[in-house]
């Protein structure tokens, strides 16, 4: 039956842990998901994730389902979260929140809703580079999409010139996709006074800015600080969509547990919205899992767990910087003839180093060190015990 299969290439970015996994040097690294490690290169469970495990434990709690959206305290929990306490649009109950499977769940049912119900123009412009599901995602689902010029290769740095022309040439009504924080793979995001101006064209525009904020407290260490650019959006008045993900900032990967919020005009609008996003997972996965959200919930509704959690956020944030730090001194100390500021200067879990793919596959056959074929690595794979090793490597590769 099914001899018309053709065999798929590997996942860009998981693929990489896969090719990973099968290595048997005691020497390797894997830099390529984005997933943080303690400084003894293990996963880490949050302190206060534990804490609310144990919590949760001790209710003896059932496994019913869950509503279809997502139960609405958690719902209400994360859209504060990311919109802030003194968003005016849930003052006025005006946003349609549902939890989703994670940022991708939340990217999918946007873009699929988006696909459905979106009577403007129906291209959503992603910037250049963006996270590699992004695309394929629209390509699912046969939608369009476009780029608009983000990040400039020659200064290493965020291209608002270019990025304001694209944005202008965009119909109005088009969606843009903007990464809230911690940019997925270049690490570098606009700077407050630049959020100011996109807002401002975009919303001349009429543009329908689709955020994507899946690193909330990964690029500052303050989850308050990286929600600045939602947060202006929403003041300004757009009526934004907002994917969120528990996976990075609480370290719940797995669990698969995160939020889609859409900021509507009005209180009718938002529940009309509830209800298609109610239809839509019905038929996806019917309703979504327990698990995570209660650990979520139980986190953001307690004010000792939550100030615990923001610690927690705070130091896998400072152990990143430092390791940012450390890997910079170590190619710089081998007398490397290149500049490699960019490490420091980039913020989030990845440095775009600027590798070149032949570079990248040296990295991989003579170091057993593992990241996606862009340059990206995550910074956050890199610990005490390996950062000379990859320090060694970079220099190697870039030296000849
Ligand atoms: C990444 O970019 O490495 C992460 O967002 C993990 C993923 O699912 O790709």
Redo the contacts with the bound molecule.
Sequence with gaps: YWSNVPMGPPDA??GVAEAFRKDTSPKKVNLG??AYRDDNNKPYVLPSVRQAEENIFKKCLNHEYAPIGGDPVYCDLIAKLGLGENSLAIKEKRNATVQSISG?GALRLGFEFIGKHYNHAREIWMPSPT?G?HPQICNTLGITHKKYRYYDPNTLKFNLKGCCEDICSMPPGAIILLHACAH?PTGIDPKPEEWQILSEIIKEKRLLPFFDM?YQGFATGSVDNDAFAVRLFEKHGHQIILAQSFAKNMGLYGERVGGLTFVCADQDTAAKMMSQLKIMIRTLYSNPSINGSRIVTEILSSPELKAQWLKDVKEMADRIILMRKKLREGIEKRGSKHKWDHITSQIGMFCYTGLKPEQVLRMTKEFHIYLTKDGRI?VAGICSSNVEHVAEAMHKVTAS
Aim: no cysteine; glycine share 10%.
């Design positions: 970015i998981l998901v984005g991708t996270w599901n997925n899946a995550s």
